[in-house]
């Protein structure tokens, strides 16, 4: 994924040196490989132009008047761990899937960079809640409005957009029931910008 954002400190650095009879100008930009650019000082007017013109790119990126790309590494999907939700009849089953998770099930993660122990928290709550309320999940499940069995490719997107709902309560610090959680979510106007899956599908806000 490749976002833009406005630069700042740190996204950009800029080096000049000078030879005999050379001068060197180094420019390193978030997202890019470092740049070398070399000219005899005979060059004159061309050179002093070119650097200009870098001195200014670089003012404008490391002052925020200038947007620099970022990219982020994809993240592997986990279906595997979906599937098994899905089959999960009890909270010990549902945590089981939780400790499988690499990513996207985890809240915590410890580990060593550069010989160095680290520890951190991801700020969602969702994955959490999930492991600390998996009885509720399970019970969620067995209620009248969880969508069936069927194999529609529909009815996953219903299931996954029900259970969604069901999570939206649960990883409140104030947690509200799952059927509560539902009916409020479900009677929840949708803006124009909406992205679920059903006002993309249909092309418009739902309803619904």
């Not at 945590?95 to 690499?102: E, L, N, V």
Request: aromatic share 8%; charged share 30%; hydrophobic share 35%.
């Amino acid at each position: 994924m490749a976002q833009k954002i406005p630069g700042g400190s740190g996204t950009a650095m800029f080096v000049k040196t000078a030879g005999q009879d050379r001068d060197t100008l180094q420019i390193l930009r978030s997202g890019e490989k470092l740049r070398r650019i070399s000219a005899h000082k005979a060059m004159g007017e061309e050179w002093r132009e070119r650097v200009r013109q870098e001195e200014e790119e670089f003012d404008a990126i490391s002052t925020g008047r200038k947007t620099v790309t970022v990219e982020a590494p994809p993240i592997m999907g986990e279906p595997h761990l979906w599937e098994a939700l899905k089959k999960a009849n009890n909270a010990a089953q549902v945590r089981r899937i939780c400790r499988r998770s690499k990513y996207w099930l985890k809240w915590e993660f410890e580990g060593e960079i550069n010989g160095k122990h680290f520890y951190s928290r991801v700020p969602s709550y969702c994955p959490k809640a999930l492991y600390d309320k998996a009885e509720k999940f399970c019970e969620a499940k067995l209620s009248d409005r969880y969508p069936g069995s069927s194999e529609r490719p529909s009815s996953d997107d219903k299931r996954i957009e029900y259970l969604a709902r069901v999570m939206a309560g649960l990883s409140l610090k104030s947690p509200i029931a799952p059927a509560t959680a539902v009916d409020v979510l479900r009677k929840m106007k949708h803006t124009e910008q909406c992205l679920c899956w059903r006002c993309i599908a249909v092309g418009k806000p739902s309803k619904r």
